[in-house]
C-alpha cells in the first residue's frame, strides 16, 4: 500500500490486452453516487469491457450495471434511526453479501459510508478473499479513530480527497493516495454555467428577487430537522426569496407539509444553479458546503443533533477537530460560521447571514479564503486520477 509507485496517474493507460474487470461500488447517499458515478465513467473509458455492480443511485445506474439497492433505502443517520431500522440494515447487508458473492468481482470499492461498508469490506476479504479499495476517506479523523485497525486489516488501498488526510494516515503508519477533490471536477464541469440569473428564475418561475439558497441535506431525518429553522430565519429577509434546493432521491411531496405554509419555491436537479445564482446559502454540514465554497456563494453552516446542549459539552470528548465543516478543515481556520446543535436557531442563522449580506469586507474575506482553499485541494482530475491507479494496480498486482 504505497503512496508512490512507477506509474503516473496522469499517464494514458495503454490500449488492449487487459480487459473487462468486474467492479462492485458501494455508496450509500447522494454525494456517494455523484462520486462513484464519475469513477465508473473513468473506469469505462479506461475498461471498455467493464462490468458494474452496486448499491448506489441514479448516476450510478446512468452508467450501466446492476443496481442491487437505491441509497434511499440505506440512508440512516444516527443511532436512533439506525435502531428504528435495525431490520432493515440487516437487510440491506444480506443483500449486498449475496450480491457480491455472486457477482464475484475484480475488486470491491467503498465510497465512505463507512458503519456498512467496513462491514462488507470484512466479509469481502475474510470470506471471499477479494482486494477491497475505498475511493473516498470515512471521516475518522473527526470521530471513531478506532475505525483504522478495521482500514488496516480489510482495505488494501485508500484513494484519499483531502490533502490532510494523507498525514493523519501516514500518523497511523498507513500509506494512502491522494487523487486530488471530485467537488473540485463536478463544479468545474457542472451543467448551465453560461445561465444567467433571469433565465434561471424564468425556468423556475421564481421572482425577481436576490436569491437566498437552503440546502437542508439529503437525508429525511436531516431535512425535517434542518429545514423548519432554516425557513424561521430567511422568513425576516423581505428583500430577498429564499429557495430550496430538492434532495436527490427524495419525492418532492415529502416537502409538502413542510413548506405548504410558506409559499418557499423548491427546485430539483438544480443545486449548483441555485448556488451560482444565489447571494448567500445556508448549508448543512457536509460535502454540499465545499461544493458551495468552490462555487463561490458566501454561506453559513448547520447541523442540528439531539440535546444539542448536551452534545456541545461533550463534543470535545467525540470529536477530535475543531471544526465540522469540509471548509474550515481544508483551510485549517474558522472561514465560514458553523452554528451547530443548539447554536443552529432562527436568530443565529438570521445574524450571519444579515452579516453576509450586508457587510461588505465581511462577505469578501470568506471569498479570499475560498480562493485559497481551491489552491489547495489542486487541478480537477479526481475520478480520472483514482480510476487509472485502480485499473493499473489491478492489472499490475
Not at 192 to 205: D, G, H, I, M
Request: include cysteine.
Amino acid at each position: 500500500m504505497s503512496e508512490n509507485s512507477n506509474f503516473s496517474a496522469d499517464q494514458e493507460v495503454p490500449q488492449g490486452g487487459f480487459r473487462g474487470l468486474r467492479y462492485f461500488l458501494i455508496a450509500g447517499e447522494a454525494s456517494g453516487d455523484l462520486h462513484a458515478s464519475n469513477l465508473m465513467r473513468e473506469l469505462k473509458q479506461i475498461d471498455a469491457e467493464a462490468e458494474f455492480c452496486f448499491l448506489g443511485g441514479d448516476l450510478m445506474a446512468a452508467q450501466g450495471g446492476k443496481l442491487v439497492k437505491h441509497y434511499r433505502d440505506m440512508a440512516f443517520m444516527g443511532f436512533l434511526a439506525v435502531l428504528k431500522n435495525a431490520r432493515k440494515v440487516v437487510s440491506n447487508l444480506d443483500d449486498c453479501k449475496k450480491s457480491l458473492a455472486e457477482f464475484r468481482p475484480d475488486v470491491l470499492i467503498l465510497i465512505d459510508y463507512p458503519s456498512f461498508n467496513l462491514r462488507i469490506a470484512r466479509y469481502a476479504k475474510e470470506k471471499l478473499n477479494l482486494p477491497v479499495y475505498y475511493y473516498i476517506s470515512p471521516k475518522i479523523w473527526v470521530w471513531k479513530e478506532f475505525r483504522i485497525k478495521q482500514i488496516k486489516q480489510y482495505v488494501d488501498r485508500m484513494f484519499t480527497i483531502l490533502p490532510f488526510e494523507t498525514e493523519f494516515y501516514h500518523r497511523h503508519n498507513y500509506s494512502v493516495t491522494y487523487v486530488g477533490n471530485p467537488c473540485v471536477d463536478s463544479i468545474a464541469t457542472r451543467p448551465n454555467q453560461e445561465q444567467t440569473l433571469n433565465e434561471f428564475c424564468n425556468k423556475n418561475s421564481l421572482s425577481e428577487k436576490p436569491i437566498i439558497a437552503l440546502l437542508a441535506g439529503s437525508r429525511r431525518q436531516e431535512i425535517k430537522s434542518c429545514l423548519p429553522i432554516m425557513l424561521e430565519a430567511v422568513s425576516h429577509f423581505s428583500g430577498y426569496q429564499p429557495v430550496i434546493s430538492g434532495a436527490p432521491g427524495i419525492e418532492p411531496e415529502f416537502y409538502t407539509p413542510l413548506i405548504s405554509q410558506t409559499g418557499v419555491n423548491l427546485v430539483f436537479n438544480q443545486t449548483y444553479e441555485l448556488l451560482a445564482h444565489a447571494q448567500a446559502a445556508v448549508v448543512n454540514s457536509g460535502t454540499a458546503t465545499l461544493e458551495t465554497a468552490l462555487i463561490g456563494t458566501p454561506q453559513v453552516v448547520v447541523y442540528k443533533v439531539a440535546f444539542g446542549r448536551v452534545a456541545m459539552m461533550i463534543k470535545p470528548l467525540v470529536i477530535k477537530t475543531k471544526f465540522v465543516s469540509l471548509v474550515n478543515l481544508i483551510a485549517g481556520k474558522e472561514v465560514v460560521k458553523e452554528l451547530l446543535a443548539h447554536r443552529f436557531t432562527p436568530a443565529t442563522v438570521y445574524g450571519e447571514l444579515h452579516r453576509l449580506l450586508n457587510e461588505p469586507d465581511y462577505r469578501s474575506q470568506q471569498l479570499k479564503d475560498y480562493a485559497e482553499i481551491s489552491r489547495k485541494l489542486g487541478a480537477p482530475g479526481a475520478a480520472r486520477k483514482a480510476a487509472k491507479e485502480i485499473y493499473k494496480s489491478l492489472k499490475h498486482p
